[in-house]
């Protein structure tokens, strides 16, 4: 799961510097970022709690 982190914040980035001009593509390029920031937050989480950390 640590490993997917780096994987998920690349795809955080790339969407975040896309430049995008068709309001259909940047939607779905905020729906990428707004999932997986979600999900890295998660993974965090569960490795933390998976580790005996608070």
Same mark, same amino acid.
């Given at each position: 799961?640590?490993?997917?982190? +780096? /994987? /998920?914040? !690349?795809a955080? *980035?790339?969407s =975040?510097?896309?430049? !995008?001009?068709? +309001?259909?593509v =940047? %939607? *779905?390029a905020?729906?990428?970022i707004?999932?997986?920031? =979600? %999900? !890295? %937050?998660?993974?965090?989480?569960? !490795?933390? &709690?998976?580790e005996? =950390? &608070?």
């Amino acid at each position: 799961m640590k490993a997917m982190i +780096p /994987h /998920h914040s !690349i795809a955080v *980035l790339t969407s =975040r510097r896309a430049r !995008i001009a068709d +309001p259909r593509v =940047r %939607e *779905l390029a905020d729906s990428i970022i707004a999932a997986q920031v =979600r %999900e !890295i %937050e998660l993974m965090k989480r569960l !490795i933390d &709690d998976i580790e005996g =950390r &608070d």
